[in-house]
């Protein structure tokens, strides 16, 4: 059923899609996944068309199938997001993306004042709401909301 | 060694509070001991708090420790360029714990994380003083014999005031109901608010400051400051309405006791000084002896 989408990016033997990417999000998936220097083939697609996004992005990664901590950290900024696992051409596999508990050197803390603004500290941040994602500065204590959730 | 450091009020469980209190007891009855003795406490204020260093050091001295340190990063040898990482490590070397001062929010968590001994937050910017709410606490609980099932009263700048944000959390392990006195601009954060209908706490919120105190143990009062506001008629509109006067406090309770931070600049004005409900200069001394407790603690002594 999902032949015409699939479509628009050509299809992997085995692998992992990641589908409902928010279209602005793209590059900072890619980023935050260690795409940019992954050496399998990675094809993807912007400024698709969805129902629900209105833009969306696809990836598909040959041959890497993700564990949940490290896929949920794309949580922070496509909370959305569905997966597919592939194996020989077929979808074996459906996940959808989870908050995580804690978030660490992903996310930036909006408080300005904070030492991980000031000094090369990494950020880390306990989960205080998933949806809409809140997090709680373990440096600071101030929370940053999703509204002013910026990607390192 | 991270565990043994207090960086903020939340670090401690209740129990572990009553046992800092009981400690400050024993302080308060001896203050004088030998428990530091052969021991180097680092004193690091990147920015200058006399009030806080003083009692600190007193604390540090009847207790038999040595201090070295600074008392504003300008004047030390602590070049500006210097991270703070490399400060802490470097100090952490040569003493067996740090007591740090510093105007960047979380600088004492990470402090504690780099240091090899354990860190005494002094005050990280707006963000915690736990030695303050302690002091607070062992006030409030000298003073009314009890931290349980108290009516607590704040008056004036509630949004900004890091003391009474860390006095309320601390305080809602003790069934207490809060009345929160304040203009609209410097009402008690949202955030707050969450925590206490989460956690079932007894809360109020006034604009006036009226006879409403007349059911109060503890009156808690801050400074309202003329910065907060972005708009300085609202600041003219309000700055003399949480001034607390002795004729206000005639028919409040017997047990009533009056705290604040210090410094007061005319928030309390001086006809209540010498009212027994009183308590702010009382409450600076049991810094000493709640510092000394905490110390000993985060030594393991
Ligand atoms: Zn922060």
Known sequence: MNAKKELQVSAIENGTVIDHIPAEYLFQVINILGLDTCENSVTFGNNLGSDKLGKKAIIKVADIFFEDDEINKISLIAPHAKLNIIKNYQVVEKKIVESPDKVVGIAKCMNPKCITNVEAVTTRFKVIEKTPITLKCHYCEKITDHKHIEII | ?301
């Not at chain 2, 959390?169 to 609209?184: E, L, Q, R, V, Y």
């Not at chain 2, 409040?252 to 009056?258: F, P, Q, S």
């Open chain 2, 1 to 301: 060694m991270d565990n043994k450091s207090l960086v903020s009020i939340d670090d401690y469980t209740k129990e572990e509070i009553l046992e800092v209190l009981a400690r400050a007891a024993e302080f308060e009855k001896n203050p004088n001991c030998n428990l530091l003795e052969g021991k180097v406490v680092a004193s690091l204020f990147f920015e200058p708090s006399t009030r806080t260093r003083l009692s600190f050091e007193t604390a540090i001295s009847r207790m038999g420790g040595k201090i070295v340190g600074f008392t504003d990063s300008s004047s030390s040898s602590v070049t500006k360029g210097e991270t703070l990482k490399d400060t802490t490590k470097m100090v952490s070397n040569y003493c067996d714990l740090v007591v740090m001062r510093h105007p960047i929010e979380g600088s004492a968590r990470y402090a504690s994380e780099v240091s090899d001994v354990p860190v005494i937050n002094a005050g990280d910017g707006a963000n915690q003083h736990p030695t303050q709410t302690m002091l607070d606490l062992y006030s409030i609980y000298k003073t009314q014999g009890t931290l349980e099932n108290l009516n607590i009263f704040m008056v004036g700048d509630l949004k900004y005031g890091r003391t009474v944000h860390s006095l309320l959390m601390a305080m809602s392990h003790f069934n207490p109901t809060f009345h929160f006195i304040a203009p609209k601009e410097l009402e008690i954060p949202l955030a707050y608010k969450i925590f206490m209908d989460k956690n079932n706490i007894n809360y109020h919120e006034h604009t006036e400051f009226n006879d409403i105190i007349n059911e109060a143990d503890i009156l808690y009062m801050t400074r309202v400051q003329r910065e907060r506001f972005a708009d300085p008629l609202e600041y003219e509109k309000v700055k003399n309405v949480y001034i607390l006067k002795n004729d206000m406090l005639e028919n409040t309770r017997e047990n009533l006791r009056i705290l604040h931070p210090l410094p007061r600049v005319n928030e309390i004005a001086v006809d209540v000084d010498t009212n027994p409900k009183a308590y702010y200069f009382e409450q600076a001394l049991n810094g000493v002896y709640a510092r000394q407790a905490i110390i000993a603690k985060a030594l393991d002594l």
